[in-house]
């Protein structure tokens, strides 16, 4: 099972049914970045797609040369919006796709817009969704009011991924993943510096040239990053030195042109010449100020606490060394918060825990008001009370500890034995132990072997952690494909806006700029 795959075929199949000649890909916003999430442009180029329109902009131009490919979600916008394009069509053909069901009605509606006769085609493609990475799907949906658009989307996943459904998974608590600091290159990236739609906004890094402030990071189209996108920080960084020193060995051999044979070469190899020195330019970048924020904020030594914390350490000792670490100036607001609901969650029913004390600690750091009140939230969200499995997870010191190793000066790898929650039940899933009363079956049906095909998928949003787990199950269990969905895939940031919906029932403020 391969999200990404499932939707490059329709895609592909759409191009294809148009017949040979120049074409338009006509998009909605949401469409724009399923397509862009799987496709270069200059893929789609090769195949006869030279425009790239939006259904809601103004002022297009009319080419009737131009064969149309139609591809919106089934709103009722966007049914609108392509019936007065039908009207007074700005181009020859359409070949209409949804990316989901369309109603009769809605169909009717076109059908008398199409006065005409320029539509070819009407189908249904079932691809709602955003393909992160092949075994990762997302809806872009903050918060987990959106039901009936939910399993809208996950009917679309199952019948482009020719799956069925044998279990309703429950998830009931909260995962402490969405706490802990991750150390692959993904989820750092994530969470120091945000991806949207495989996109890194890195304008506010210092000294940034004006071409890099903006990069793409995705595994179709990046070898590199295909290759470490799971491995951990110290990796990177020995990683990429050695991708730099390749690309300054083939420099040097590429300066040498003294003959029409060398040109004749240097010409045949100058794209992918110039497509190195991109990838390198860009990854040095990323990861020089991942290293530098994690340095910056002692990340590091924020990140050991958390190991302490999620261990069952001592809770004088881990007290002391929160207290400690909250007055060292370079902690972040941010982080700080992250130490303190790690604590409260941890310790909520010790009999001498400190959670007030240690708010009185964000209050005089000058945490604001409604940050600290995620302390008090994330509780009722999920505390002991709200949650139905153990939290942590029954890991001794031994078992949890961090290793570290270093990789290139200045970029200190850590390796973490943490596992979601999300690890257990595929685990039990697979192993044919997984509790039918959490985990109901559908129907009459008993599964009585293994299951080949599992699709997960969690309302309220996913980590890059569960998706690591979810890649780790899946190249190490032969004969299991596990496929993960969710609403959203969230860093911290994103899932304390989660929180306060879930527990307040209002829009959130974000918790500012790292930096």
């Not at 490919?69 to 007074?88: D, G, S």
């Amino acid at each position: 099972m391969n999200v990404i795959l499932a939707i490059k075929q329709y895609i592909s199949k759409m191009i294809e049914e148009s017949g040979p000649g120049m074409k338009v890909l006509l998009m909605d916003k949401e469409t724009t970045s399923i397509v862009s999430m799987v496709y270069a442009q200059s893929e789609i180029l090769q195949k006869e797609v030279y425009l790239f329109e939006r259904i809601d902009s103004s002022g297009r131009e009319t080419m009737k040369h131009l064969k149309c490919i139609t591809f919106l979600r089934p709103t009722k916008e966007n049914v609108e919006f392509l019936a007065q394009e039908l009207r007074m069509p700005k181009y020859g053909l359409y070949y209409i796709y949804f990316s989901n069901v369309i109603s009769k009605q809605d169909v009717k509606v076109l059908a008398e817009a199409d006065d005409q006769e320029v539509v070819r085609e009407v189908q249904e493609f079932f691809g709602d969704y955003i393909a992160v990475n092949p075994h990762l799907f997302t809806l872009n949906i903050p918060g987990c009011c959106h039901v009936s658009t939910i399993f809208r989307a996950i009917w679309t996943v199952y019948i482009g991924l020719d799956s069925s459904v044998d279990r309703a998974p429950d998830f009931s608590c909260i995962g402490p993943g969405t706490f802990f600091w991750q150390w692959t290159y993904q989820a750092m990236v994530h969470e120091l510096l945000g991806i949207n739609n495989n996109r890194i906004n890195l304008s506010d890094v210092p000294g940034i040239s004006k071409d890099l402030k903006e990069v793409v990071l995705s595994a179709e189209h990046d070898e590199f990053y295909a290759n470490n996108m799971y491995n951990n920080f110290g990796e990177i960084g020995t990683n990429i030195k050695d991708l730099m020193e390749d690309f300054q060995k083939k420099s040097q051999s590429t300066a040498k042109v003294e003959s029409i044979a060398d040109m004749k070469a240097f010409i045949e190899n100058y794209p992918q010449f110039k497509k190195m020195s991109g990838t390198v330019a860009k990854h040095v970048a990323v990861v020089g100020e991942l290293s530098r924020l994690v340095n910056k904020h002692i990340l590091m030594e924020a990140s050991e606490l958390e190991q302490e914390l999620a261990c069952q350490g001592d809770h004088s000792a881990c007290l002391q060394k929160i207290k400690s670490l909250l007055s060292n100036e370079k902690l972040q607001p941010v982080d700080m918060l992250r130490l303190v609901m790690l604590y409260a969650l941890r310790y909520e029913s010790h009999s001498n825990n400190d959670i007030s004390g240690l708010l009185d600690v964000l209050r005089k750091k000058g945490v604001s008001d409604k940050q600290r009140s995620l302390v008090p939230a994330v509780l009722e969200y999920g505390g002991r009370k709200a949650r139905g499995s153990d939290l942590f997870g029954n890991q001794d010191a031994v078992a949890i500890t961090k290793k570290f190793f270093k990789g290139l000066k200045g970029v200190e790898n850590i390796y973490t034995q943490h596992k979601p929650v999300l690890y257990n039940v595929l685990d039990q899933l697979i192993k044919g132990k997984l509790k039918e009363g959490s985990f109901p079956y559908l129907g009459t049906s008993v599964l009585r072997e293994r299951p080949q095909d599992i699709i997960v998928f969690m309302i309220g949003g996913a980590t890059y952690e569960e998706a690591l787990t979810v890649h780790t199950l899946n190249r190490s269990t032969p004969g299991v494909r596990v496929v993960l969905g969710s609403t959203a895939v969230l860093n911290f940031k994103s899932f304390m806006d989660e929180v306060i919906q879930a527990v307040q029932g209002q829009s959130s403020s974000r918790l500012g700029s790292r930096w």
